[in-house]
């Protein structure tokens, strides 16, 4: 019994208490776990584990629909630790799901409840460790949730109900593998497969004639698995809580994440009979078995294990379309929008995710949509609720693929609630991928090989598709779902392959209402843990209504309140001001003269400067002047109002204001950043380091640079410099926040409210010809080119500042959604209305798009002046080169290397490979971050280019140096001259990005010669030889081989042989060698021993006998334009 004062007791005091929806139908059940290291031996070998309670795997949660079940979770560990719940939705509440994006870690020595309630949910899922590589050391477990006697089951009870949790396995300890991973590398090839934790002999026991339920999760790392049973049918029940079709398999391929339940009817003669769980899709097949013993067994097990189906990629596919949902069933099953007719719902959006690999800073990374995710310092939902900026952005991941290179990110999409949407995972790698979307059960309505199109919906399945929450994609192929995106919450998209998922194969998807109704969402749970920037806020309970957080009054904590809960933050705000303007005060105090602008330093005279000012200030008299000073506006942008000039910009910056009637400014205007510019022309802002750099305005009016344009422009040159590279000319790239534009018809519209009626503002209003961003380039390129010793042009060279803000990231933030028709509704401070932007222009604040209905509509729900702005923009500084191409021929002398990079798991196929001699050669040289190869075609690993050689294309990214002809010929020289003579490359050059389209059109239009060592059964004649050389122009259909059938889709196709030439070998009778000229994408192996009928016709139906091709050589490549001979 329970103490009356343990942390259980009063939780189910404070339960009973304060749950109304407590009731007979939802009991608790308890749960207290203890997380430890210890000993396991899965494979034979020690290792460090992860147990629960000492146990590995951890021990079943068996429950009921409806159940709460209330999980105490002590962390023994070194370490932080998660658990998360897979397919356990967690309705109304993220807070509990257990990845680091939601849910705080539990510190070592410490414990977290877990308050989990699996509503209605039915059928088999899984919990896991989610941080760090946790999960290859154990720590996961079988969840069982059952139906309330009320609901029947498709199906009668089971005499038995087993847990079966299989996955790939490595002898290595997790703390290893995160390293590896952590160094950027790949995971070599696992070791082997574990049933439950054992490598080899775990026992299921059974009984002549009775039926059990096997409840199988792939709980593995990467690989897809197969699970059969020797001489016995499986009958598949139900998927991740979804009922199906009961259909019979002889076996299963289970992806990674994903849960089956299978019935098994013990129906075979008494004995034992082997389980066997292997490798799907791998170069090498690992397996391992136990025993399905009969508890009346007659003997051990007879005969070899049963093989693995098929390796080709249809048999897989055609078992999951064959999954589907019972439609006949009662029981909970997704129910969307009030209706189960998924199918009669019309989505709201489409979301196209595209995986992909490859390097960034070079380490191994992985993304969707090019987006790398890169954790935050703090859990999204934590930042969410507590309002806490910086730690994310949502919008940070495109909806759609971006086809640009990989980049770091916290990525997070955004997303409405009660939206009906398509979401398509396209894979475009030679794998199989599994994806889990936490929180949600979805319809699998659609998948297929090549490229996803809406034509492809026309093959949907929309109207007993199954529902479940992990899904597989297959090589070179796509797969469709539909999901109602019911639970409000910040819920994870991720790869199931945990290296991927590790290496930033994931996202965020954050389901937003405005709403705070707890039927939406649940508040954040009292016991909730809190860390990284929400860890110095604490969460109290209010009794009674919450106050209005905009009562105006001004403390040192600010109460936010949520749901009834009031969250106690300590203001920075007030801090991070006071701190910025002592800093004013002390530079201030450094300084006695004022600084001018360099192009003022230079022979601009103070007279012609004058002169430029009286040209502008003229139409804008001082007190106007003075106003725009005061509601924060500064004198760069007070210039561009004016109507200035472009080329008397430069020299007017540290020119004291006045008016046309030379009335002084007052000295008690208060200066802060420029709400207009964000302090951009000021030349404020924040670099990279965090570090605060900022010009002010003196006294007297004048502008006065601490950190100005020389500054800027030194900056920069230095970093430039720094990089190493070869400079003969550059050009500058200038990035602001959005919102500058807003705010530049915001102040030409309070101009007109204002002084609109007085004369100087009559006729055409003054516009802003001149943007922020060109003035600053204006300022910027003239110190640059001095400094730099260069002029400024379309040069590959680019220099990009990128300057961000705050202010920005919250104002799209709490932008309404977009209109179907693209226009962005901007939610106006203080007032419910909503005004369609993009309806006053995008060039400038008086562009010919204003109307005076337009006019009044955005004076109205626009305030301004708008609150001080107090922190200048964060300014980031890169230089890069853009791609530079070399183009040639490589010819390939050995038969042992690849054209690419070969690997399967840990074992490196050839001893080298084109790719990397060429990209090994060229990169140091060039000085590049990267190289990508590519060639037009490929010959295979076995097989010689010789003859003119292959086209290849080598593209160098951010190169340092610019290949002169001397480093050309330094290049070939290196790679003819080895000493191995692997390859040989010739007519090497540099060329434009046109050589893309001459790779890319030699592809389609090449033809190819060959000679083939050939053996025949029998043999051949004069006459035989002869009827091979008389064939021209023959067509040929093939089939795709077998052998690339398991990565390319299986099509028909139609390909021509120009011309054959067969001459004998000498001093043999049945060898010969086969000279032929080929359109480009024949598969010449099959042409010649005719791949079981697959090509037809071939060599051997030719010539009526068998015939093998023994060697084969690539001797020519016909191409016109830079690629030709």
Wanted: glycine fraction near 8%; charged fraction near 20%; hydrophobic fraction near 35%.
């Amino acid at each position: 019994m329970l103490p009356l004062t343990s942390p259980c007791f009063a939780l189910c005091a404070f339960l009973f208490f304060f749950s109304p929806t407590v009731s007979a139908e939802n009991p608790y059940r308890f749960f207290t776990w203890n997380v430890s290291y210890g000993n396991i031996y899965p494979l034979g070998v020690r290792q460090q584990g992860i147990l629960i309670n000492g146990q590995f795997p951890g021990p079943d949660i068996h429950c009921v629909t409806n159940d709460n079940l209330i999980i105490n979770v002590f962390n023994s560990l070194d370490e932080p630790f998660l658990i998360s719940w897979n397919g356990i939705q967690q309705r109304r509440n993220s807070y509990e799901d257990g990845v680091y994006g939601t849910t705080c870690p539990i510190p070592p020595g410490k414990n977290f409840t877990y308050i989990l309630q699996v509503k209605d949910q039915i059928g088999s899922f899984y919990y896991f460790p989610s941080l760090a590589f946790h999960k290859a050391a154990g720590g996961f477990g079988g969840i069982r949730i059952l139906s309330r006697p009320r609901i029947p089951v498709p199906f009668p009870d089971p005499d038995g109900d087993y847990t079966v949790l299989i996955g790939d396995w490595y002898k290595s300890n997790h703390t290893t593998l995160k390293a590896h991973l952590d160094r950027g590398k790949k995971l070599p090839f696992p070791n082997g497969i574990l049933i439950n934790g054992r490598g080899n002999d775990t026992s299921f026991s059974v009984e002549q004639g009775k039926t059990y339920r096997l409840r199988i999760s792939n709980v593995g790392l990467e690989h897809s698995l197969n699970f059969r049973i020797q001489g016995h049918k499986m009958k598949l029940v139900e998927v991740e809580g979804t009922h199906t079709l009961q259909t019979t398999y002889s076996s299963l391929d289970v992806h990674v994440g994903q849960s089956y339940s299978v019935l098994v009817t013990a129906d075979q003669p008494a004995q034992d009979y082997y389980i066997v769980v292997s490798t799907r899709f791998t170069y090498r097949v690992l397996s391992t078995t136990g025993i399905l013993h009969y508890s009346n067994s007659a003997g051990p097990v007879k005969g070899p294990p049963p093989g693995g189906p098929t390796i080709q990629i249809d048999w897989s596919l055609n078992q999951a379309r064959s999954i589907r949902t019972n439609l006949t069933a009662s029981g909970p099953r997704p129910n969307p929008q009030g209706s189960y007719h998924y199918g009669l719902i019309n989505t709201t959006k489409t979301i196209i995710l595209a995986s992909s690999a490859g390097q960034v800073n070079r380490k191994q990374r992985y993304a969707v949509n090019s987006v790398s995710f890169n954790p935050a310092d703090t859990p999204l939902k934590l930042a969410d609720f507590f309002k806490i900026g910086g730690v994310f952005r949502v919008g940070s991941i495109s909806d759609r693929p971006t086809g640009g290179g990989i980049y770091l990110d916290t990525s997070v999409m955004g997303a409405d609630y009660r939206a009906f949407v398509e979401i398509v995972f396209q894979n475009n790698e030679n794998i199989v991928q599994s994806w889990h979307i936490d929180g949600y059960s979805f319809f699998v309505v659609g998948m297929d090989g090549g490229q996803w199109t809406q034509s492809s919906r026309n093959q949907y399945n929309l109207r007993d598709a199954i529902a479940r929450c992990t899904i597989q994609v297959y090589p070179f192929s796509w797969t469709a779902i539909y999901v109602a995106l019911d639970n409000v919450g910040m819920w994870n998209v991720r790869s199931e392959f945990w290296a991927r998922q590790y290496l930033g194969q994931q996202f965020y998807l954050r389901v937003y209402t405005p709403s705070t109704s707890l039927r939406d969402e649940f508040p954040i749970p009292k016991n909730a843990l809190l860390c990284g920037r929400a860890s110095g806020i604490s969460i109290v309970r209010l009794p009674g209504p919450p106050v209005d957080p905009s009562s105006g009054r001004k403390h040192d904590f600010h109460p936010v309140h949520v749901y009834g809960i009031e969250v106690i933050q300590r203001s920075r705000m007030r801090n991070r001001k006071r701190g910025y303007q002592t800093c004013q005060e002390e530079v201030a105090a450094d300084l006695e003269a004022t600084v001018l602008s360099s192009a003022a330093q230079q022979a601009i005279s103070p007279n012609d400067e004058l002169h430029v000012l009286n040209d502008a200030v003229p139409q804008m008299p001082s007190y106007v002047t003075k106003d725009l000073l005061s509601i924060g506006v500064c004198i760069p942008c007070i210039i561009r109002l004016s109507g200035i000039e472009r080329h008397h910009y430069s020299f007017s910056l540290s020119v004291p204001i006045v008016g046309s009637d030379k009335e002084a400014i007052d000295d008690d205007i208060d200066r802060n950043i420029c709400c207009l510019c964000l302090g951009i022309l000021q030349f404020s802002y924040i670099d990279d380091k965090g570090i605060l750099q900022f010009s002010y305005i003196d006294d007297k009016g004048n502008f006065v640079k601490c950190k100005g344009v020389d500054d800027l422009a030194v900056s920069i040159s230095e970093m430039v410099k720094k990089e190493g590279h070869q400079i003969d000319s550059f050009s500058l790239e200038v990035s602001i926040p959005s919102i500058i534009l807003e705010n530049e018809k915001l102040v030409w519209l309070y101009l007109k409210r204002k002084y609109g009626s007085e004369h100087w503002f009559q006729g055409k209003p003054p516009p802003i010809s001149l943007s922020a961003k060109d003035a600053l380039k204006i300022c910027i390129t003239k110190p640059l080119e001095t400094l730099l010793d260069c002029k400024s042009s379309s040069s590959g060279l680019r220099i990009r500042l990128t300057y961000s803000h705050p202010k920005a990231s919250n104002s799209n933030d709490s932008s309404n959604k977009r209109h179907q028709d693209g226009c962005k509704m901007r939610k106006i401070a203080g007032n419910d209305e909503t005004l369609d932007i993009s309806k006053f222009g995008a060039n400038s604040v008086a562009d010919n798009c204003f109307n005076p209905s337009q006019e009044v509509e955005l004076s109205k729900c626009f305030e301004f002046p708008q609150e001080k702005i107090n922190e200048p923009c964060h300014l980031a500084l890169i230089c890069y080169r853009t791609s530079i191409y070399l183009i040639g021929r490589y010819i390939k002398y050995s038969r042992n290397v690849s054209q690419t990079r070969w690997v399967i798991g840990d074992e490196r196929m050839g001893e080298a490979s084109v790719e990397e001699i060429l990209g090994n050669n060229i990169l140091p040289l060039c000085r590049g971050d990267s190289y990508k190869f590519h060639a037009a075609g490929r010959e295979d690993l076995d097989v010689r280019m010789l003859g003119s050689g292959r086209p290849f294309l080598v593209e160098i990214q951010n190169a340092r140096l610019l290949p002169s002809e001397m480093i050309i010929n330094e290049i070939e020289s290196k790679i003819n001259g080895s000493k191995n003579k692997l390859i040989g490359v010739r007519n090497l050059k540099v060329v434009g990005s046109e050589g893309w389209a001459f790779v890319q059109e030699g592809e389609a239009e090449k033809q190819k010669q060959y000679a083939a060592l050939v053996w025949t059964s029998r043999p051949l004649e004069d006459d035989d030889l002869l009827s091979i050389s008389s064939l021209k122009d023959l067509k040929i259909l093939q089939r795709t081989p077998i052998r690339v059938l398991h990565r390319r889709s299986p099509l028909e196709r139609e390909k021509i042989i120009h011309w054959m030439r067969i001459e004998k070998v000498a001093e043999s009778s049945q060898y010969y060698l086969l000279h032929l000229c080929t359109q480009a994408g024949t598969y010449i192996k099959e042409f010649v021993h005719g791949d079981l009928g697959r090509t037809h016709p071939s060599i051997g139906s030719i010539l009526s006998c068998r015939a093998e091709i023994l060697q084969l050589d690539v001797t020519d490549i016909k191409m016109d334009g830079h690629l030709a001979e």
